[in-house]
Structures are given as C-alpha cells and as structure tokens.
C-alpha cells in the first residue's frame, strides 16, 4: 500500500475528490452555546450561521485530540500503509498541527510525518491533494512530504469578510485591526503570509470586495496555469461571481475549479458573507 495522507475538515474538499484521492479527514470539533460536535459530521456551517446570527450565543472551536490522531495514523499502519503524510490547517490559526506531531511521535516519526500547510480551505485541499497523487505515483514518505511542501509554496488564499468582529472575537486578529475596519466602515480583504491573517486590502462594498480578489487571484497566478479553490459561507451569488471572472480572466490557463461552502470552524471566524479564493499554480 501507498503511503497514505491525511488532512482536517477545514480543507472543505470535495467529497468525490476525499474518495478518489483516498483521503482520511480528522474533523475538527465546533461547540455552539456549550454543544460539541464534529465539523461536517455533527455540525454544518448552517448551524454556526444560525447561532451567530442570535444574540448570546457562544461559538468556539477546537483542535482534535492528539490521541484521535494517533488512533488514526495506527490503523492506517495496520492496513498496511508505508508511511502516514498528514497535511493540516495553519499553525498560526489552530493547534491541530500540534496535536498531529504529538501523535506523530507516539507513532514513531520514522513512519508518520506532519505538513504545516499554512492556510486553510483549499489552500490546504490543493497540498493534501499533491501528497495524495505523489503517493498514487509511488513516492516514499520523503517524496509524499516534499510534494505537499512543494504544493503549499504554490499556493495563495486571499477572502473577503463582511466584517472582522468575528475574526476578533476568536483572537484571529487583533482588536486594533478590527476596530479599524469598524470605525471605517470598510470591507476588509485579507490573506495568509506565513499562516497568519493579515488584512490585504480594504473596499467599501461586498461587490468591490468580489472584484477585487478577483484581481489579486489573477495577480498571484502569474504566467502559470492554475487550479482554483472557491469558498464562501451562506453566499452562494458571491462564489459564482468569484467563479464567473475568474473564469473569464484566466481563459486556458484554468484547469480545475472547486466550488465549497467553508464549513463550521472557519464559519465560526470568519462569519456569514466570507468569500474565498485560493490560487494553486501548476508546474
């Protein structure tokens, strides 16, 4: 058996490509007003909607436990895996990263290793997927980490928020960031150097907010032939906007598109509104 990859929930693959590409997803855990549940499986981003929507309702999120991983990297290796690759959501954002290499250690680092993708959504689909066909191709455990490290060198997330309160309340950013965008009234658009959100820009509407990720997406992807990841949170118009001028703008040198609406842990940060783009670039 290949070296098998694992990754979290917050990469908001595609079903069909989980299956294809032979994936194990570790979901992470939302708590809603006291209520755990698992991300994907127990919790949709319509409940995280729902309950920021009311007034004194907490939401919070948290990493799964290291044992959850060591349990998964186990069985893995007992169905005859070469190695584990698991490839996970930004440090700066969560301590999933950590909880895996805790795990990873009790496994044995010479059979499992742990990629630090430095985003989220498909900015950590897109390296979990390059593991995923390195592994297919028969890379050994180097091989399979050197791709997904490889993949997330290629790889630029860039979303618009409708406001940064809820990027606040979970210490995402800082309050002098947020209270910024509040007493302008604008519309931030952000993005992720070295795992960290940052604000990239700032617009005045949803719309503008829209054409302008367009603009950086097409600004990242260069001269390169790209794969898109497209992410939004209870508004579908604005993803097919995204989706629509990217298209148009990137003519042949589109090759794949994934439409996704992020799920509850990035629902639970970023709020109602969120629209996202991530730009891999093909070799």
């Known amino acids: ?7 979290d929930s917050t990469a908001y693959l ?18 809603l007003n006291g209520a755990e549940g698992l991300e994907g499986i127990e919790t949709s981003p319509a409940d995280a909607t729902r309950a920021l929507s009311a007034r004194r309702v907490s939401v919070s999120t948290s990493r799964p436990a290291p044992e959850q991983f060591a349990q998964v990297y186990r069985a893995l290796l007992a169905d005859g ?29 010479d059979r499992v290793t742990v990629v630090d993708s430095r985003s989220t959504g498909m900015g950590l689909g897109f390296p979990a997927l390059a593991a995923a066909a390195a592994a297919a191709g028969g890379a050994d455990l180097a091989g399979v980490r050197a791709a997904a490290l490889d993949a997330v060198e290629r790889t630029t997330t860039f979303f618009y928020v409708d406001t940064l ?15 910024l965008g509040t007493a302008l009234s604008v519309k931030p658009i952000m993005h992720m150097p070295d795992g960290a959100i940052v604000v990239k820009d700032k617009v005045r509407t949803a719309s503008r907010g829209v054409a302008r990720l ?22 579908p118009q604005r993803a097919e906007a995204l989706r629509a001028a990217l298209t148009e703008r990137l003519g042949d040198r589109l090759h794949d598109t994934y439409v996704t609406e992020a799920g509850a842990v990035v629902a639970a940060h970023a ?13």
């Open 1 to 7: 058996m290949p070296v098998a990859v694992v990754t």
């Open 14 to 31: 595609p079903p069909e490509l989980v299956r294809a590409h032979r994936l194990t997803v570790v979901p992470l855990t939302v708590v």
């Open 81 to 109: 895996a070469d190695g584990v690759v698991s490839v996970h959501l930004s440090a700066e954002l969560s301590g999933t990263v950590e909880a895996a290499r805790l795990a990873a250690a009790e496994v044995g680092d």
């Open 165 to 179: 309160e809820f990027l606040r309340r979970g210490g995402r950013i800082n309050a002098a960031e947020a209270l």
């Open 214 to 235: 367009v603009d950086l997406a097409v600004e990242a992807a260069g001269d390169a032939d790209v794969d898109l990841g497209v992410h939004h949170l209870a508004a």
């Open 271 to 283: 709020g109602p509104g969120l629209a996202c783009v991530v730009v891999h670039r093909r070799r």
